[in-house]
């Protein structure tokens, strides 16, 4: 870090200075101030994504991924040595962008407010590297539940779930978003992907609320956390963002950490999965790639594309809030936390680590290095998530199952629970209920009135308590009912989409 | 106003376009109100301090602290306002209140140098309160006879001896949640002074006009002295016909005492706890039937959540009332409306204005009662629809009742409902815990505004020398596409291509007593002033054309930039044409007008004919609901909506798209908690956050939505003979809480009539599967009552206020 280097982003290939700016202001309101009134403020708490913008990310590669972001999140100094596209920076009138083009003809957009933030979430979609028009359109597939959500050029509407449209009802969006092509050969934003992506840049920025600080590595990230006590980490900062944006918050000291290497590592081995704290969970669905099933059936159901862009694994394990999703889902793991300070390296269990609402173990000086979750995996794993909306709500309840099933008995189960108590909690009781009994309806039966009585949930304006409760109480006979029943074929429901 | 001789045979009107400003928006160039800040130079944010409390009188305001937070400029407060301190149109919502009426309640507001100066010169401020007792729910407010205005009364036929002869009676209550209508864009005014004094406010309105007079009154200047621009809108849908003017008032104030441009742009929390939402309603209904299903009588009274303040909560109530019958004849009604005063935030204006609380009664009562009276809820729907010679209950003939069997057959035919039924029989039989059912409900929705004054509106077209032209109207684009409309109906009505025309932002300084953009009659009524406009000017190059074409001025035609005769070879460009007619000093601009004739209304009585026309639909939804947990999905969706000879069909299809996607957020997913509880929280939104309140999203969407306009529809004299769209589709998604009451109904034994709270969350639905499989009552749900006297709704007070003429009339001038 060097104090007084002078801070900018290249913003729709433009060098933007970045001095002066406040390190409280969200990204959002600095291109704003830059002239660049596109993106808009729609919640300034990334559930609206009317603010989203590009941002060139590593991809799995050596190369660069387009990754839409919101920016009403996003510390502006996290810019710093950044590239970024705006909604203004893909197209203009008279020339605009496919997506652009897409949308407008089809009457994607009313409004109009929440447009430029869909123009970013789809084009970031656009240029995904491994979407695929080639995709099997099989009958079996025809019959898939969520057909309607996957276009035939391969486009994943999950793409668009953490932008919201008041106007439009969102079909013609879909089909904007299903008749686009490939990007031309000649496309400068796609022609960037090949290259590298910028690095991270070590950030100065003192402003008159305070100090954001990005440091180099590990090392000079655990010396700045020890001279600076109480220092806020900040990852994707969806957490942190909100703070700042809706309570006010701001911090003396902000230590931005989600582009330190040794927070950056995902490794499968034999006996145990490793996943970098500072991992989007993004990078972490694809970089599993499937291979941890219960986190691939949880990772779509969190929150948005949006927020998953940003969101790191560490960031949930450090903000510890008991509706957070992924938390009964390492708990139903048994997954491990390693924690990092100046005295080294210590490795907590998870079911451990909770020690009160978004209370930890971890101490003011540690921060979270990576996650472990041990193989081999239990064979039968479900996240039931109950919520109000499929796309980008918060849990009411969340169930994480992880059981073993052989010769028709539970040997092992582990159950992870969310929304039912002041931290996430193991579902004890319930597992040993389950264990050394047939995996059977009646089993099934006994155990779900143990698991009703599990946590001590609350009213609130999510769930009554009541509800809390019951559909605790038929998380296993669904997943029962699922783990036993076949695939269900069943004709498409009508004349395809649109009108 | 038809003349047979600019009727091209391509016309611009019905050609599928996109919207105006569509590549604007998807490029980030389209301007909003918020985004005129940072080209403003030098200008100031203000920041509200908001009451802790939900009622009480403030006894100390100490605004010195705020003064010394570093860029603090100024505090506004009620001394301040030179004016009318009300922010309202019936004098009762003043701007700085001594008296705070809702948690949230803004009781000055601080003007800083930045956005963050303002806010902690806000937390600076000191504020003694003493805190009044309060009154939060529908409930706790009829238990304290808490009401405000008037209230109205429509009767017809003999009511108590329908039920006394009646072969089936049933009775129930019903609650209906409120609903936020989270535009994308807060409110937000921009407001500067110029050198001679004159106010300029650039606002997020659906009505300028009124904006501009409630910034007079405030400012204690003349209407003349005051302009204010939208230039667009992120959304109103009624959300900004009345609540925009105390924020444009308070940003004019800033503006007038600092001499400096002020900017004020609510947050979303500050928008959510600050403005008025969709009036949630208390329902007590007992209905009638004979052994055929056929309605015989309805009793019910309606007491709507209206809030700290009056507001709009009067025409709202009254239009509910116009709307019980929706598309059924009902021989004997009586229906009482009154409005519940509660220390919440002024409910207001939202798409269908109150249009959707009535219908939701007797679509509610018919869901209801169909597996009672042994009728499928379709059929019983279907038996009991208007036909042609019968009267709403408030002495309008029901015209075109036959548009609404021409929606619903066709929406049976092109939907399959038929087979679809029974491929549902088959699933709902082989899933032991998934069910789903397909439900068809109509709408009939009356169009124009109820008080008979707001039918009016004009225009502005300027004709330049080189043959462009130039429209301002006096209508509001929120994104419900009436610029595109307008430009349409102009180069129709012109002759002309639509590259001709342009369309300037709408201004009072252009046109001036406009009204709101709102009742689904923007296009309606700007159209029919804007073709009249056209019209004049035409009038005028005809005589300048059949001088030279040489012919009869009733045999020039002007069609796609030429002008010629009838049946001749001979043909002039249109900007040749224009030219030539500046030469002559031909006037080549005008001021059009229209105002919708036959209307009329007795609002005391409750009597008349209030609609110009109305709007048919009819929708088929089918949905799933999973019964572990009650979560549930939108298998598809088939529309047919009668829109008249669409003006511009793309844009109509989207309002039909997106009417009833809102429409099922508000049945199903928008929840708007407050807490009645008697902590010190009492009154405060609890889902004042885009966190908490969900819209739907992508996911809610349905998965097959096959929408289709109603073909040979033609409206006789509304412009080209189109019909208004903004709001009639809304009402369609009712479709999809009866889709989910009998899906529910299908996890029980033939016959089971489930008690659906509204909005029909997964858990409302989890709890009405509980109930269907025998497992009692939903939570705070009263059970249907079948037979006997039942529960005869509460009879308000004979000697109480009916609405008064007034009671929809604002305030005009200053002072009004």
Request: glycine fraction near 12%; charged fraction near 20%; charge should be negative.
């Amino acid at each position: 870090m060097t104090p007084g280097r002078r801070l900018s982003a290249t913003v729709n290939g433009e060098n933007l200075s970045l001095a002066g700016t406040d390190p409280s202001t969200n990204a959002l309101d600095w291109l704003r101030a830059q002239g660049l009134t596109g993106a808009k403020e729609g919640c300034a708490e990334g559930e609206c994504g009317a603010c989203a913008v590009m941002l060139a990310r590593a991809d799995t590669g050596s190369g660069t991924e387009w990754t839409a972001l919101n920016a009403c999140l996003l510390p502006a100094a996290a810019l710093d040595g950044q590239e970024v596209v705006t909604a203004e920076g893909l197209g203009a009138p008279g020339r605009l962008h496919p997506v652009q083009r897409e949308l407008a003809v089809r009457g994607g957009s009313q409004c109009g407010y929440c447009t430029p933030g869909f123009v970013c979430s789809m084009a970031a979609e656009y240029y995904r590297g491994d979407r695929s028009a080639t995709r099997d359109d099989t009958a079996a597939d025809a019959a898939h539940p969520r057909r309607h959500e996957c276009g035939p050029n391969g486009f994943e509407l999950d793409a668009l779930s953490g932008n919201l449209c008041r106007c439009t009802g969102y079909r013609p969006i879909r089909d904007a978003a299903f008749a686009l092509g490939e990007p031309a050969d000649h496309d400068p934003i796609a022609r960037r992907r090949a290259g590298p992506p910028p690095a991270a840049a070590a950030t100065w920025l003192e402003g008159p609320t305070g100090t954001y600080a990005r440091p180099a590595d590990l090392g000079e990230a655990l010396d700045l956390l020890a001279a600076h006590p109480g220092a806020v980490l900040v990852a994707g900062s969806t957490d942190w963002g909100v703070d700042v944006n809706l309570r006010g918050s701001r911090a003396p000291f902000v230590i931005g950490i989600d582009r330190l290497p040794e927070l950056r590592h995902l490794a499968v081995g034999d006996d145990v999965v490793e996943i970098g704290a500072a991992l989007s969970l993004t990078e972490v669905e694809r970089g599993l790639a499937g291979r941890v099933p219960l986190l691939d059936q949880l990772v779509p159901q969190f929150a948005s594309r949006l927020i998953r862009n940003g969101a790191t694994i560490g960031g949930n394990l450090g903000t510890a809030s008991p509706i957070g999703d992924l938390l009964p889902a390492l708990l139903a793991l048994e997954a491990a936390v390693v924690l990092v300070g100046a005295g080294g390296e210590r490795e907590v269990a998870l079911a451990d680590y909770f020690t009160g609402y978004r209370r930890t173990l971890r101490c003011a000086d540690e921060m979270v290095r990576a996650v472990r979750i041990p193989v081999p995996l239990s064979g039968t794993t479900a996240f039931h998530k109950v919520a109000k909306r499929r796309f980008d709500d918060i849990s009411s309840v969340a169930v994480a199952f992880a059981l073993d099933v052989a010769g028709g008995v539970v040997r092992r189960a582990r159950i992870g629970l969310g929304g039912v108590a002041a931290t996430p909690i193991r579902a004890y009781t319930t597992e040993a209920a389950l264990e050394g009994q047939p995996w059977t309806a009646e089993t099934a039966h006994a155990a779900a009135d143990v698991l009703h009585g599990e946590g001590t949930p609350l009213d609130d304006h999510r769930a009554s308590a009541d509800y809390r409760r019951a559909v605790l109480g038929t998380a296993l006979l669904r997943l029962h009912a699922e783990s036993t029943a076949g695939p269900v074929v069943e004709a498409p429901t009508g004349r395809g989409v649109g009108a | 106003m038809t003349s047979p001789s600019n009727q091209a045979a391509d016309p611009v009107v019905g050609q599928t376009i996109p919207h105006e400003s569509a590549a604007l928006h998807v490029t980030g160039a389209a301007l909003y109100t918020d985004d005129l800040t940072v080209r403003t130079h030098g200008i100031l944010h203000a920041h509200p301090v908001q009451a802790p409390h939900a009622h009480a009188r403030v006894t100390r305001l100490h605004t010195a602290p705020a003064l010394e937070v570093p860029g603090v400029v100024r505090v506004l407060t009620a001394a301040d306002v030179p004016g009318v301190n009300d922010g309202g149109v019936k004098h009762d919502e003043p701007l700085f209140p001594s008296e705070v009426m809702f948690l949230g309640h803004a009781v000055c507001w601080v003007l800083g140098e930045t956005l963050e100066s303002a806010r902690l010169g806000a937390l600076a401020v000191e504020v003694d309160y003493e805190p009044l007792s309060s009154i939060v729910t529908v409930r706790e407010a009829i238990a304290a006879d808490s009401f405000q205005g008037g209230r109205p009364k429509l009767e017809r036929g003999d009511v108590d001896a329908a039920f006394s002869g009646a072969e089936h009676v049933f009775s129930g209550e019903l609650d209906l949640a409120g609903q936020e209508h989270f535009y994308l864009e807060t409110h937000c005014s921009v407001a500067h002074v110029d050198e001679g004094g004159q106010v300029f406010v650039q606002s997020s309105t659906q009505h300028p006009s009124e904006t501009q007079e409630i910034v007079a009154h405030v400012l204690g200047l003349a209407s003349h002295a005051v302009t204010v621009q939208c230039l667009r809108m992120g959304g109103g849908f009624g959300g900004k016909e009345m609540q925009p003017h105390g924020f444009a008032a308070i940003a004019a104030l800033g503006a007038v005492l600092t001499g400096r441009p002020v900017r004020l742009r609510l947050t979303r929390s500050q928008d959510l706890t600050m403005t008025g939402k969709r009036h949630g309603f208390h329902i007590q209904w007992r209905a009638a039937f004979d052994g055929t299903g056929a309605v015989q009588a309805l009793d019910a009274t309606l007491t709507s959540d209206g809030g700290w303040s009056l507001d709009l909560s009067e025409p709202v109530l009254a239009r509910a009332l116009c709307h019980v019958d929706n598309a059924y004849w009902i021989p004997n009604l009586r229906v009482n409306g009154r409005i519940a005063l509660t220390h919440k935030t002024s409910q207001t204006a939202f798409r269908g204005f109150g249009g959707p609380q009535g219908m939701l009664v007797i679509e509610d009562v018919l869901g209801r009662c169909a597996p009672r009276l042994g009728i499928d809820p379709a059929q019983l729907r279907r038996r009991n629809f208007y036909v042609e010679g019968q009267h709403t209950p408030y002495g309008q003939p029901v015209r075109h009742p036959e548009r609404a069997v021409r929606c619903w057959e066709q929406v049976l035919a092109t939907g399959e409902v038929a087979a679809r039924s029974a491929r549902i029989a088959e699933f709902n039989a082989t899933h032991e815990h998934t069910r789903r059912a397909l439900a068809v409900t109509p709408v009939k929705f009356g169009i124009s505004f109820n008080f008979t004054a707001f039918n009016q509106a004009g225009a502005l077209v300027h004709v330049y020398k080189d043959g462009s032209v130039l429209i301002t109207h006096g209508g509001t684009e929120m994104g419900q596409g009436l610029h595109t409309k307008m430009l349409q109906v102009a180069a129709t009505a012109l002759g002309v291509p639509l590259s001709l025309v342009r369309l300037a932002p709408t201004r009072t300084d252009k046109v001036p007593n406009t009204s709101a953009t709102a009742a689904s009659s923007g296009a309606d009524l700007n159209g029919a002033a804007v073709r009249n406009a056209c019209e004049q000017i035409l009038g005028r190059l005809r005589v300048v054309a059949s001088a030279r074409l040489g012919v009869r001025d009733v045999d020039v035609r002007f069609e796609n930039g030429l002008v010629r005769a009838a049946g001749g070879s001979e043909q002039v460009a249109w900007a040749d044409l224009v030219s030539e007619a500046y030469y002559q000093r031909v006037q080549l601009w005008a001021a059009g007008f229209h105002r919708t004739e036959g209307l009329h209304w007795d609002s005391t009585a409750m009597h008349g004919s209030p609609f110009k026309y109305f709007s048919y639909g009819a929708a088929a939804t089918e949905v799933e609901v999973d019964g572990f947990t009650g979560a549930y999905r939108l298998r598809r969706v088939d529309i047919v909506h009668d829109v008249g000879d669409s003006l511009s069909p793309l844009i109509d299809l989207g309002q039909v798209e997106g009417g009833f996607v809102q429409g099922a957020g508000w049945l199903t997913l928008e929840d708007l908690r407050w807490d009645d509880s008697s902590t010190p929280a009492r009154g405060r939104l609890l889902t004042a956050s885009a966190s908490t309140y969900k819209l739907p999203s992508f996911s809610e969407m349905p998965e097959v939505f096959n929408v289709a306009l109603l073909e040979r529809a033609t409206e006789d004299g509304v412009v080209y003979g189109s019909k208004a769209v903004g709001e009639p589709p809304l009402m369609l998604a009712i479709s999809v809480r009866e889709a989910l009451r009998q899906a529910t109904a299908a996890f029980g034994p033939s016959g089971t009539s489930v008690d659906l709270a509204s909005p029909a969350t997964p858990e409302a639905v989890f709890w009405a599967v509980r109930q269907a499989r025998g497992g009692g009552q939903p939570p705070r749900l009263a059970p249907l009552v079948e037979g006997g006297v039942g529960l005869v709704p509460e009879q308000p007070d004979p000697a109480a206020r009916p609405l008064e003429p007034r009671s929809e009339q604002v305030a005009s001038g200053s002072g009004g």
